[in-house]
């Protein structure tokens, strides 16, 4: 059930308890089997491909173990045991898309063509397999073609920036379109965890290899130098965006600050990865003081006033948290949000659930409304003004 509600960080702590439970002897094989692959996709949703290769070593469970080296980046022992186990695993689009993966990173076009057009086939046969009627055996499918699809993309944007000779801008546009082509063509926010990362995972190597490839042509063409740049932290964001939106904070953190590994950012994104980093500390009750130390760090002189005040009316919201109980310091952050962009709605509609929040928290208040009629009034058309004003605002 708690896997059905994405909630997969508590999913992912039952799981094992319930395995050591049923390990006596008196439950099912099959029920066991049931549990451990419900852990692997726990894990695997909450990103902890480290402890999955740890198990799939000590399972032998050589399909796992390879899954789990090239988001590890060890490509060095996945292509050795793809080198050994030729022959031996089940012709398969997972293992083809392994291979793909191996023969790109070692600039093989050949045989990553050859990979690729193997998965076609595969996933072609298992397509002609499925019932008409229904929709959940094609998604599975639908994404591995989505899959095969960016991988033979790879091989062009490859092939384009290794091949450079003192080549133009225009010259480039092949690996431009397929980058923005990119942008646009993301699984959906519904979809599964796994999925987005295997997409994203695989599109972070290849803006490596730009960002390498054009990293000696900031004084030629700037153009060029920040396109991969500003791709990767647009990826990044959005991993960690979606990652928050399933349920797992915590992943949304790790993403965000391990992934990316460059200082230079654009502005926009560097707003949006702090805005990202502030809601998953916020859904973590025991890191309120490390994402509001996070936001008191941010040097906030490379941001724009609208910025500004968003960042500032996060502070509010970490101060006003049941466990920091800084109600003063959280109306202070508000004014100062406020006073830099007067137009910020989420400010607005913040420093009223702040201020009622204060209101039906203090009897004080309360008890004099109640024995003081005229205060009462007052108080009201105060609110009743302060509204109006809001709602001009917005």
């Known amino acids: 059930l708690l896997v059905e509600l994405t909630s997969q960080v508590s999913a992912g702590s039952i799981v094992p308890s319930a395995r050591g439970e049923t390990s006596n002897g008196e439950v099912p094989r099959g029920e066991i089997v049931l549990w451990v692959d419900s852990w692997v996709a726990c894990t695997k949703s909450l990103t902890q491909w480290d402890v999955l290769a740890d198990y799939s070593r ?17 490509w060095e022992t996945l292509s050795a045991m ?15 898309l392994l291979s793909a993966y191996a023969a790109l990173r070692e600039v093989n076009q050949e045989a990553a063509n050859t990979h690729i057009d193997k998965g076609f086939q595969y996933a072609l046969a298992k397509w002609w397999q499925l019932p008409d009627t229904g929709s959940a055996p094609q998604l599975a499918l639908l994404q591995v073609f989505q899959q095969l699809v960016e991988l033979r993309e790879s091989g062009r ?33 519904w979809d599964g965890l796994v999925h987005w990362q295997d997409v994203l995972l695989w599109r972070n190597h290849i803006y490596n290899v730009v960002i ?32 928050y939106k399933h349920g797992c904070p915590d992943v949304c953190i790790t993403v965000i600050n391990n992934m990316y590994g460059y200082n230079a950012m654009e502005v926009q994104e560097a707003f949006v990865k702090i805005k990202e980093q502030a809601r998953a500390y916020l859904a973590l009750p025991l890191d309120l003081r490390a994402g509001l130390n996070m936001l008191n760090t941010t040097n906030l002189d490379y941001f724009a006033a609208h910025h500004q005040a968003e960042i500032f009316r996060l502070k509010a919201l970490f101060m006003a948290e049941p466990g920091m109980n800084d109600l003063d ?7 100062t949000a406020l006073c830099l962009w007067r137009q910020c709605p989420d400010a607005w509609l913040s420093w009223g659930q702040l201020c009622d929040a204060r209101y039906e928290a203090d009897p004080a208040v309360r008890c004099y409304e109640l024995h003081c009629p005229p205060f009462a009034v007052a108080s009201r058309a105060a609110q009743a003004r302060t509204l109006g004003a809001c709602c001009e605002v917005l």
């Open 212 to 243: 390498g490839a054009f990293n000696s042509m900031q004084e030629i063409a700037p153009h060029l130098h920040q396109m991969g740049y500003r791709d990767k932290a647009w990826s990044v964001n959005k991993l960690g965006h979606i990652a």
């Open 58 to 74: 000590s399972s032998d469970n050589l399909p796992l173990a390879m899954d789990c080296l090239w988001r590890l980046h060890d």
């Open 329 to 335: 310091g959280a109306s202070s952050a508000l004014s």
């Open 157 to 189: 944007v490859l092939t384009d920036v290794m091949n450079q000779q003192q080549r133009s801008d225009q010259q480039y546009s092949d690996t431009k379109d397929i980058l923005e082509t990119w942008r646009l063509r993301t699984p959906n926010e």
């Open 82 to 96: 793809l080198a050994q186990s030729q022959g031996q695993m089940e012709p398969a689009v997972s293992s083809c």
